[in-house]
């Protein structure tokens, strides 16, 4: 039956001239608050029916976590040849990737004056040689007339010779005798140099150290270099690129989880595709700071055989630092996940959990959003492992709402 007006003045009171108008007042701001309030539970209802999440399951599978960190290819043995006198370069028999062997020709100095002074050093070693025949025979000759004045003399009773005569007779054998050492020494210093003027001779001509391949030629036909201070360097060597290395640069932050021998994977951007492997064999102690960031350098081994790789390339390199064989996971963004209306309660949340490595979690359970508290373990930037036993394998986590 459909209420007639009185009936309803009735309810209200506006029926009865003995009302007050307050009382009046009353009622009505109550009705219009209950039928407020039944409007914001009914809008709330029918938004919490029509939300769709996003939603991923929680998987069991290997978890592997990684250190991120760059750095530049290099040769692992690279040799600077260079040039240790002065002078003009006549010839340069390589170039640039050349395959060489130990002791090939790779350049040599115009040797005129080298020459030279080996021919007058020989000159000179002989003229001293000579000269040590001349004070021998000096000697020999000193020695015999000392010999004689002394036998004289003491034959004499010193009568015969004179006193005079017999110390210049000593004086000519110490004489002879300091001749002797004299040419002797001279004759050293003439094959000393002689020695180092054939050396020079034979440093004119640059041979190759080793066997390798030639990064760099510095040098060209024509141009003049000098040995002074410090050697002229030619030509830069890389004993082999079969087999290559990565300086990479490891944050202070995560230097603590690397480790040598742990395996490298990197890309380049010649080949930015293909992720080549490799092996840390140095971890070094020395910091390296730039920028006011500090830094640690590892030593990545890297085999190369199909010589893809080159000296300075660029490498983005992946530091496996752990494998987890059998990890419970959730995408990274479900721990990101928050209804609207629990922002304020995730912050809560945060401000507790954070000694304790706990995050929240949104589960899908029978159509409604359920939070439940999680321990998190390691990440390898898209999944997180989840510790403890709040969480199930192939519960399903809310990791977004669906755009209408």
């Keep these: 039956m459909n209420p007639t007006p009185d009936s309803i003045n009735h309810t209200l009171g506006l029926g009865s001239a003995k009302k007050s108008p307050l009382k009046k007042y009353i009622i009505i701001a109550a009705v219009v608050s209950m039928i407020a309030g039944g409007g914001w539970f009914w809008i709330k209802n029918q938004a919490s029916s029509k939300t769709e999440y996003l939603t991923a399951p929680a998987v069991i599978k290997e978890l592997t976590t990684t250190v991120s960190a760059t750095g530049n290819l290099e040769p692992t043995n690279t040799i600077d040849v260079g040039i240790e006198v002065s002078g003009t ?133 024509g141009q003049t270099v000098v040995a002074a201070m410090q050697t002229p360097v030619l030509f830069k060597m890389a004993k082999s690129l079969n087999t290559m290395k990565v300086i990479v640069s490891v944050d202070e932050a995560d230097i603590g989880e690397v480790k040598e021998r742990q395996t490298v994977t990197f890309t380049v951007d010649a080949y930015p595709d293909h992720r080549f492997k490799g092996v840390i064999t140095q971890l070094r102690l020395n910091s390296v700071m730039v920028n006011g960031v500090v830094t640690y350098d590892a030593v990545v081994e890297v085999p190369n055989e199909n010589l893809q790789l080159r000296p300075g390339m660029t490498a983005t390199a992946q530091i496996i630092t752990g494998v987890l064989p059998s990890a419970l996971t959730v995408p990274n963004a479900a721990l990101r996940f928050t209804p609207p209306l629990e922002k304020d309660a995730k912050e809560k949340t945060a401000q507790k959990s954070a000694h304790t490595n706990g995050k929240a979690l949104w589960i899908l359970r029978e159509g409604k959003a359920e939070k439940i508290e999680v321990k998190v373990g390691k990440s390898d930037g898209i999944s997180t492992a989840i510790l403890g036993s709040a969480l199930k394998p192939s519960d399903d986590v809310i990791i977004g709402i669906k755009e209408h």
């Design 89 to 221: 370069i006549t010839d340069v028999l390589v170039d640039y990737n050349d395959h060489v062997r130990q002791g090939q020709l790779m350049a040599r100095l115009d040797t005129t004056k080298l020459s030279s002074a080996v021919t007058s050093s020989e000159a000179a070693l002989l003229r001293y040689r000579a000269n040590i025949s001349a004070a021998k025979a000096t000697l020999a000759n000193a020695k015999n007339e000392y010999e004689r004045v002394h036998k004289m003399y003491t034959s004499t009773g010193g009568n015969y010779p004179s006193k005079k005569e017999v110390d210049e007779a000593d004086n000519a054998l110490l004489s002879a005798k300091a001749g002797v050492d004299a040419a002797i020494a001279q004759s050293a210093q003439a094959s000393a140099e002689l020695e180092t003027h054939q050396d020079n001779l034979r440093k004119a001509i640059v041979v190759s150290p080793i066997d390798g391949i030639v990064l760099e030629r510095k040098v060209e036909p």
